[in-house]
């Protein structure tokens, strides 16, 4: 017994030890995540003004905010409507009104952290005014907020009793609590109704739905209260039972009826039909105090000129992609678009629509007479276009009247057209109203010439836009529009125009197109046409089919699955009856599917370069700061000789840890002088909500409104403003990189992720993106403009199979990414979770090298995704530095991604394009540089200013090491202790 004794105590001790040894290594290979874990990632907010982007905050919303309806002039509220007090009394309804309940940003990498910073405009506060927002130290956040309403306190106070925030949950991987509807029954409103109608005649409903990463958008409703029953027969982006109750005894009870809609998605919104809603508002996520101008917007101190950005159609099913569009709760379902292959379960989704999504489809659908035929009125009993759309792509209301016209074109009106014409259209717009001054928003669509089993061509095309300055009433401007005759090709990759070859590409065809001016994508103000006189091929030296037919990179297959026997019935303007989409049987993967990791040799090489040689190179100074001569000449010109010498002297190791340990950071290059450089989330600004923990709380960077929002604004200037200052804030809070804007498309309302992007439109999704990297560029910011490409689909998108054809692919996923290149110079790419095809974006040498850097000339960095090892078994490192993937986002910032590991680190191309990856981080970085020291020369006034200085980022708060240390020297203490008493001890007793 007493030997039993020995071997526990030793065994103990040994466990003990080796708990602790254990432990000691996790938290170094660990260290650097644990510490912004537990105190954030360092960053010095002392210097942080946010005054400007406060401000900034509150235009883009006010200029987001889209007028869907105003009956009789409900909105604004007159001055008659005001109290005693002088505030304009109201009964708010909804539980999505109150401060738990109201949505100012979705959720993920691309929300925010406004309510953890405590700094918060309610819509709450924005109606009765709340005090101005101060942190521990006294320095104000918020400016106070004047409110000019009274609302009625019991209904909020019911609501909040009822369920005072949304239920926390992991929102990555569960979509309830998150989707739970949380508006409670009848029952709990009527009790309060005649005390709210006794308080005003004017009564709000909110009505809110959320969005965020991970997942897309149910197909039922699933309710917080277990007394409400799940409703199978509803999808969570049209009312509720309980809130179509509602609705009728609001209408039922009060004078005037205002609907304020707060979605991260385009809903159902047929309910505004009613004669009994008098106004309604869609106010997307307004940030962290954008609901001031929700107010503001109700009182008439700011006239509403947002347009939508999305096709709001009476019936979602009537959409092209609704067959094949999420549903983030089922897999092969008869209502979930996403499928899984019959002999292995992995995911795959088919973008059967082609090009014809949003007003594309609904507009195109109407030319051809689809919604009058048979099919349309057996399938969803309708007649005609005002049927099926309620509100159209680029529309919205004002409080002010406008006349526009066409001025003057150049070339005239019937003019015949080359492809590299420039064609000018004035536009004279005038507020025709007699009080109310406001801004309009000129649209230029184009219409191609069609012909039956031709190139697919899109009826209605946004061509143009510009928004007026505020005009006063009778007061005109002239906006003048251009555009390039080429900006209305269309890709032919069957050569179906007989033009292109069979190697595909860009065609002119031949006829007439039309060019309209419109109120919104449907409603025609004027016109002028034009001709080509024969067909041609556009930038045939530079594209061709990469994707489709024999332009597929070896080992790949085509993306529009006809290499695999998909057997995909894509939707043709040919015979849209017949092939409309609608819910497949799920298949087998096929034989000649790509493995992963599989490697393209087109960047083979013989021999390696030769690394670590002695140079003087260096990118900072000793001193810390940086070396500008060298920068800004490696910022001017990617192939400069010096960068050669420059890569020569980095270590082998170097380059490995530059592409491996790319996470919220580009990792620090010792042997010259780069310091680590920190990047964050986006893009409603930049944030820390992914890895930070506690250290969130601490994040005081301006919440803007979501992307949706600013693309309402239909502004590129404010477009731009918003980069410039989230640039200057990266700046002053020792930021250089942002994970942000993103340009990936609305592609259905049931995509989970659409707060984050702008658009269904692929022009206006790019030029505000564009405008967006620029700005934040010449402020020192560089973007990685996300996800490149196909991403829209979030559930199972690691991985997703995306199937399309490749002209969809180039006229409507790649074009807001094309712009974002071209017009916005943008320097950094992050490449998606998801395969285009059946290859990983980040793997697809045809994306990355082909069409990004070769037919775009795109200059800079590609970083996947957020790489963990759970990931890496598809986003395969050889693969993807062969494609031209440069960095992975490893969000545990080791100096390995688990235990994935190239194949071998002394092949000489493994090591060529891992030198490749470093300069184009490096050049990514030097590029900004040299941007912003050239904005500087003449910056934009009224906007604040980053400067020239270091980029270095700050070491998060390591401060817990001394309590390990600690906990290791008791420990240490404490087996010696035990040893002693145990044995020492012991054996001096039994010798007594």
């Not at 959720?107 to 506060?125: D, M, N």
């Not at 197109?513 to 556009?538: F, G, M, P």
């Not at 894509?570 to 990791?597: E, H, I, M, V, W």
Request: proline content about 3%; aromatic content about 10%; some cysteine.
């Amino acid at each position: 017994m007493k030997r039993l004794g020995k071997i526990l105590t030793i065994a103990g001790m040994v466990v003990l030890a080796g708990a602790v040894t254990a432990a000691n290594i996790v938290a170094s290979q660990f260290s650097e995540i644990i510490s912004i874990y537990l105190g954030g990632f360092g960053n010095d907010f002392s210097k942080l003004d946010t005054t400007a982007g406060n401000a900034l905050c509150q235009e883009i919303e006010g200029e987001g905010i889209v007028l869907l309806k105003n009956e009789g002039d409900a909105l604004p509220l007159k001055e008659k409507e005001q109290n005693a007090d002088g505030k304009f009394p109201v009964a708010v309804f909804g539980w999505g009104a109150t401060n738990g309940g109201f949505i100012t940003s979705g959720s993920g990498s691309g929300g925010s952290a406004e309510r953890g910073a405590g700094k918060l405009v309610t819509l709450l506060g924005a109606l009765k005014g709340q005090e101005a927002m101060k942190d521990s130290e006294g320095k104000e956040l918020l400016p106070k907020v004047d409110g000019k309403f009274a609302y009625y306190e019991p209904l909020i106070e019911m609501y909040q009793d009822y369920k005072s925030g949304r239920d926390a949950t992991n929102y990555w991987t569960a979509a309830y609590p998150f989707f739970n509807l949380i508006e409670p029954s009848i029952d709990k409103v009527n009790p309060l109704v005649e005390g709210a109608k006794a308080f005003a005649n004017t009564a709000f409903v909110v009505i809110s739905r959320v969005g965020g990463e991970g997942q897309d958008i149910p197909r039922i409703q699933k309710k917080f209260d277990p007394s409400q029953s799940t409703d199978y027969s509803r999808s969570y982006l049209e009312l509720s039972t309980e809130e179509e109750d509602l609705l009728a005894v609001v209408k039922s009870n009060f004078d005037k009826v205002v609907v304020i809609v707060n979605a991260c998605n385009a809903m159902d919104l047929s309910f505004l039909e009613d004669d009994g809603i008098d106004a309604a508002i869609s106010v997307s996520g307004g940030g962290q105090s954008g609901a001031v101008s929700i107010a503001k917007v109700l009182t008439g101190e700011i006239n509403p000129s947002g347009k939508t950005v999305d096709t709001y159609a009476y019936d979602l099913t009537t959409a092209a992609t609704y067959a094949n569009a999420p549903d983030c709760r089922e897999i092969n379902g008869k209502t979930g678009g996403e499928r899984a292959y019959t002999n292995d379960g992995s995911a795959y989704i088919d973008y059967a629509e082609g090009i014809y999504n949003g007003y594309r489809w609904y507009e195109t659908a109407d030319a051809e007479g689809f919604w009058g035929s048979s099919f349309a009125k057996d399938k969803w009993n309708v007649e005609k276009y005002e049927d099926v759309v309620q509100y159209p792509f680029g529309f919205g209301k004002s409080y002010s009247t406008f006349h526009s016209e066409i001025l003057s074109v150049s070339p005239s009106s019937n003019s015949e057209l080359t492809p590299e014409d420039e064609v000018t259209v004035n536009v004279k717009v005038t507020n025709t109203s007699e009080k109310v001054s406001g801004k309009e928003v000129v649209q230029l669509y184009f219409t191609p010439p069609y012909t039956k089993g031709g190139v697919e061509k899109s009826a209605v095309n946004l061509l143009a836009y510009g928004k007026t300055k505020l005009l006063e009433p009778k007061e005109s401007e002239t906006v003048t529009l251009t555009f390039k005759v080429k900006d209305m090709r269309s890709y032919d990759n069957y050569n179906r125009s007989l033009v292109v070859g069979s190697d595909g590409g860009y065609v002119l065809e031949k006829g007439d197109y039309n060019i309209s001016l419109r109120s919104d994508s449907h409603t025609v103000i004027s016109s002028v046409n034009y001709k080509v006189a024969a067909s041609v091929e556009v930038e045939g030296e530079k594209v061709k089919n990469r994707f489709s037919e024999d332009g597929v990179t070896k080992g790949d297959v085509a993306i529009d699955g006809t290499t695999t026997k998909e057997n995909i019935v894509y939707l043709s303007r040919d015979n849209f009856a017949n092939t409309f989409p609608y819910p497949q049987s799920p298949r087998k993967k096929a034989d000649n599917y790509p493995q992963n990791g599989w490697l393209t040799h087109l960047r083979d090489v013989d021999s390696a370069p030769v690394q670590g040689k002695a140079g003087n190179l260096k990118l900072y100074n000793d001193d810390g700061k940086l070396n500008l001569d060298l920068v800004l000449e490696l910022g001017k010109d990617y192939n400069d000789p010096k960068f050669e010498e420059l890569l020569n002297q980095i270590t082998p190791d170097e380059l490995y840890g530059v592409v491996q340990g790319a996470g919220f950071r580009t990792k620090a290059i010792p042997s010259i002088n780069k310091s680590e450089h920190m990047d964050l989330d986006g893009p409603s600004g930049l944030n820390q909500e992914v890895n930070a923990g506690a250290g969130s709380s601490s994040t005081l960077w301006t919440s803007f409104p979501v992307q949706t929002a600013i693309a309402q604004s239909w502004n590129n200037d404010i477009a731009y403003r918003f980069g410039l200052v989230v640039g200057y804030e990266g700046y002053a809070t020792g930021v250089a990189g942002w994970y942000a804007p993103a340009a990936n498309i609305h592609r259905s309302p049931f995509d989970g992720r659409n707060f984050e992007y702008y658009s269904e439109d692929p022009l206006l999704s790019g030029k505000m993106c564009a405008q967006t990297v620029k700005g934040a560029t010449n402020n020192g910011l560089y973007c990685y403009v996300k996800h490149f490409a196909v991403n829209e689909t979030e559930l199972k998108r690691e991985g997703l199979t995306t199937w399309l054809n490749e002209q969809s692919l180039r006229e409507i996923y790649l074009r807001g990414f094309e712009i974002a290149v071209k017009e916005g110079g943008a320097n950094a790419i992050m490449s998606a979770f998801n395969r285009v095809g059946a290859t990983w974006a980040g793997g697809n040498y045809s994306l990355l090298t082909g069409v990004l850097r070769e037919e775009w000339g795109f200059l800079g960095s590609v970083l996947t995704d957020y790489a963990l090892e759970a990931q890496m078994s598809i986003m395969d490192l050889d693969q993807g530095v062969r494609a031209g993937n440069d960095m992975w986002l490893n969000g545990l910032r080791t100096a390995t991604i688990g235990n994935a590991k190239f194949k071998n680190q002394n092949d000489p191309t493994t090591l060529n394009c891992a030198r490749i990856a470093t300069k184009n981080m490096l050049y990514t970085f030097c590029n900004t540089v040299y941007r912003q020291s050239e904005y500087l020369k003449n910056p934009l006034p009224n906007t604040p200013v980053s400067k020239l200085e270091s980029k270095a980022a700050a070491s998060a708060n390591n401060s817990w090491i001394w309590i390990l240390v600690a906990l290791d020297s008791l420990t240490a203490v404490g087996i010696g202790i035990w040893a002693y008493l145990a044995f020492i001890r012991k054996k001096k007793n039994l010798e007594q």
